[in-house]
């Protein structure tokens, strides 16, 4: 009985050419224990060891601890690929919040630069119109001044045409009185003509100081209501101009609100294309970044096959078309091949019909086999037994 019979923890092979087992085994409660058994069935280690287990479970044993060593390492790997992209990940955050930052700012300036440009295109359009206006006022004030004064004009000939015929009327009525008096056959006319002068001097006076008071009484009733009807003309010539101001205002206002309109497009517009260019090279850059990652990975896992191809001493495999011919020329070539009658065994031990065969003896026949026309020889006889 060998040390490790019915304490085996666990199995492998330790070389490539699967030709020595490494066991495992508890030695008391704690202790694990290695023992190593070559494959020779005349070794009684190696018959104790196949009483408990079968070449089958080591080569299993073996596979799964190598992928599990492979899964182990890739793992590493993925985790660094990991790592690599969060840290790169926030880089690139960085950089694309400076980048939209950026961006943002230039389409900031671009707007206040564009909203500059056209508050000042309106305040020149404001202030021409402005002035336009001013100008329609003034020419309509003048006009209406010389109406005013043509009528004034008018007004005052009218008073003054007035004064005249009352002070001919006067005067044919003085002279009317004169020639009575005389006519009547006053002695003392000089003296009389006198008086009557001086009387009728008193009376042309008051008469001339009460038509003129009725003049300037008319001339003021008559200016007021020129000045009324100038209020109104005023008012009225005002209120066109008022109304011609507030309709060019109007007008400018909509200009203005358009050109507003299209610079407001125009800068949402940019916005809008500069996003897009932004969005463009961020997308390229997490393509790169992502292929950078990718690139890493896949160089560790060809770094990991080197580094186990070199510690186990195996050629780096090499893909050879499968042809019918090839397989032959193999086969042919290896039939003796240690390497290769062994690799052909573990895959025919592999296969269900063998695994599930319940002959002992023709298994051993396959495990005892020497060349590959042996192994497909046992084969053969496990395939027959089974149909």
């Given at each position: 009985m060998a040390k490790f019979s019915g304490k085996i923890k666990s199995t492998k092979f330790v070389d490539t050419s699967e030709k020595t087992i490494e066991v495992l085994y508890n030695e008391g409660t704690d202790n694990l224990m290695v023992f190593f058994v070559p494959i020779d069935y005349g070794n009684q280690d190696f018959l104790d060891l196949m009483d408990e287990i079968t070449l089958e479970d080591v080569q299993d044993s073996t596979k799964l601890y190598f992928e599990s060593q492979s899964q182990a390492k890739h793992k590493a790997i993925e985790q660094a690929a990991k790592d690599m992209l969060a840290v790169w990940?926030?880089?690139?955050?960085?950089?694309?919040?400076?980048?939209?930052?950026?961006?943002?700012?230039e389409v900031d300036e671009y707007k206040s630069q564009q909203v500059a440009l056209l508050q000042s295109e309106m305040s020149a359009e404001i202030e021409k119109r402005f002035a336009e206006v001013d100008e329609y006022k003034i020419k309509q004030t003048r006009i209406l001044?010389?109406?005013?004064?043509?009528?004034?004009e008018s007004r005052f000939g009218e008073v003054d045409e007035y004064k005249l015929e009352q002070t001919r009327i006067l005067q044919t009525?003085?002279?009317e009185q004169v020639e009575r008096r005389v006519a009547e056959g006053y002695t003392k006319v000089d003296e009389y003509k006198e008086e009557q002068n001086r009387i009728l001097q008193a009376e042309v006076d008051a008469q001339i100081e009460s038509r003129y008071d009725e003049v300037a009484l008319y001339k003021e009733q008559q200016l007021k209501i020129l000045e009324d009807e100038i209020s109104l003309q005023v008012e009225s010539r005002f209120g066109e101009v008022d109304e011609y101001k507030e309709e060019q205002i109007k007008i400018l206002q909509a200009e203005i609100d358009e050109q507003v309109k299209v610079r407001y497009e125009e800068a949402d517009q940019y916005k809008i294309?500069?996003?897009?260019?932004?969005?463009?090279?961020?997308?390229?850059?997490?393509?790169?970044?992502?292929?950078?990652?990718?690139?890493?990975?896949?160089?560790?896992?060809?770094?990991?096959?080197?580094e186990m191809y070199k510690k186990f001493n195996m050629s780096v495999p090499t893909v050879n078309p499968v042809t019918p011919k090839n397989v032959a020329d193999f086969i042919i070539n290896n039939f003796e091949d240690?390497?290769?009658?062994?690799?052909?065994?573990?895959?025919?031990?592999?296969?269900?019909?063998?695994?599930?065969?319940p002959s002992r003896e023709m298994k051993m026949k396959v495990r005892k086999a020497k060349s590959i026309p042996q192994l497909f020889a046992a084969y053969n006889e496990i395939q027959h037994s089974n149909s």
């Open positions: 990940l926030v880089d690139i955050q960085k950089e694309i919040d400076e980048q939209v930052t950026r961006r943002f700012e001044q010389a109406e005013v004064d043509e009528q004034v009525e003085v002279d294309e500069q996003l897009k260019v932004l969005q463009s090279e961020i997308d390229q850059q997490v393509v790169a970044r992502y292929d950078e990652a990718d690139q890493y990975r896949d160089s560790q896992i060809t770094q990991v096959k080197a240690e390497d290769t009658v062994f690799k052909t065994k573990l895959a025919i031990f592999d296969l269900p019909e063998v695994k599930n065969s």
